[in-house]
């Protein structure tokens, strides 16, 4: 498994109680997506590719309401 790094932003679109669970779904603003990745040895340039793998949320990082009067 090669180790990566995945940033998003995106905006809470849904908060919903599930089981005794509170889940969110979140939109994610996708127009420019950044992927590092360790341990490329077969990548060239330019080349098409595809990512499969799993998402570790490790943080969430909330942005201030604005509360504009």
């Known amino acids: 498994m090669k180790k990566a790094t995945i940033l998003f932003k995106g905006q809470v679109a849904e908060l919903m109680e599930y089981n005794g669970k509170r889940r969110a779904t979140i939109i994610c ?11 490329v040895d077969n990548l060239e340039l330019g080349g098409d590719l595809t990512i499969e793998g799993e998402i570790r949320i ?3 990082q909330f942005d201030p309401l604005d509360t504009e009067n």
């Open 29 to 39: 603003d996708t127009d420019r997506l950044l992927i590092s990745i360790e341990h």
């Open 58 to 60: 490790k943080s969430i």
